[in-house]
């Protein structure tokens, strides 16, 4: 996608003050770039594939409605895969106020960006919805485990683990209540149908 739209610059570290374009900073190999600029130019791109009524708001499928799966759209690049709607990272992540929901860790960068990542409890290969309900702000250590269902969590959000799996240094990283922390938001709790499918179909007990 274009680096700017008409007057518009999506990084603004690219615009000049006299409007121009700064060719010092175009030429450079890395740039910094905040959330909010980050954010625009991954909707701007998927806006070019998408229909109209699939971006924005609209594509999200609200933050507590009822579990659903459904059919991803497939973006065709080099590849096809599932499109994963970027809007989830961000409300799954907000929920959780930045903040790892199985370990308390909140690690924010030197640019503003957390540490922390959205993980979905029924994957995207298995048509889980992005729904803040089918996610969890997990720090990445904590989400590649969750993932490989090495760490699950049972109806009443205690944190479990596969026995004898995760090494103790990790296991010592974990709420020592071993419970979830959860948005305060009842609405935004990860809903059972979520946790049933991941300790039924990912948890290597």
């Given at each position: 996608?274009?680096?700017?739209?008409?007057?518009?610059?999506?990084?603004?570290?690219?615009?000049?003050?006299?409007?121009?374009?700064?060719?010092?900073?175009?030429?450079?190999?890395?740039?910094?770039?905040?959330?909010?600029?980050?954010?625009?130019?991954?909707?701007?791109?998927?806006?070019?594939?998408?229909?109209?009524?699939?971006?924005?708001?609209?594509?999200?499928?609200?933050?507590?409605?009822?579990?659903?799966?459904?059919?991803?759209?497939?973006?065709?690049?080099?590849?096809?895969?599932?499109?994963?709607?970027?809007?989830?990272?961000?409300?799954?992540?907000?929920?959780?106020q930045n903040?790892?929901?199985?370990?308390?860790?909140?690690?924010?960068?030197?640019?503003?960006?957390?540490?922390?990542?959205?993980?979905?409890?029924?994957?995207?290969?298995?048509?889980?919805?992005?729904?803040?309900?089918?996610?969890?702000?997990?720090?990445?250590?904590?989400?590649?485990?969750?993932?490989?269902?090495?760490?699950?969590?049972?109806?009443?959000?205690?944190?479990?683990?596969?026995?004898?799996?995760?090494?103790?240094?990790?296991?010592?990283?974990?709420?020592?209540?071993?419970?979830?922390?959860?948005?305060?938001?009842h609405e935004?709790?990860?809903?059972?149908?979520?946790?049933?499918?991941?300790?039924?179909?990912?948890?290597?007990?």
């Amino acid at each position: 996608m274009p680096f700017k739209e008409g007057d518009h610059y999506y990084e603004t570290g690219l615009r000049r003050s006299d409007g121009g374009t700064s060719r010092g900073a175009f030429g450079r190999a890395v740039r910094v770039i905040t959330d909010t600029e980050f954010g625009l130019i991954l909707r701007a791109g998927f806006e070019t594939l998408l229909e109209p009524a699939q971006t924005g708001a609209q594509h999200f499928p609200g933050l507590a409605d009822e579990p659903t799966t459904f059919d991803r759209p497939v973006v065709e690049r080099v590849t096809s895969r599932p499109f994963r709607d970027a809007a989830f990272s961000e409300a799954v992540k907000s929920a959780y106020q930045n903040t790892c929901a199985v370990t308390g860790l909140k690690i924010i960068n030197g640019g503003g960006r957390s540490e922390v990542q959205a993980a979905h409890i029924r994957p995207v290969a298995a048509s889980g919805p992005d729904s803040v309900r089918n996610g969890v702000a997990l720090c990445g250590t904590v989400h590649w485990m969750f993932d490989r269902g090495l760490v699950f969590l049972d109806d009443d959000h205690t944190v479990l683990m596969a026995k004898d799996r995760v090494p103790e240094p990790v296991q010592r990283l974990i709420n020592p209540d071993r419970r979830l922390r959860l948005p305060t938001r009842h609405e935004l709790w990860p809903h059972p149908q979520f946790l049933r499918f991941h300790r039924e179909e990912v948890f290597k007990g």
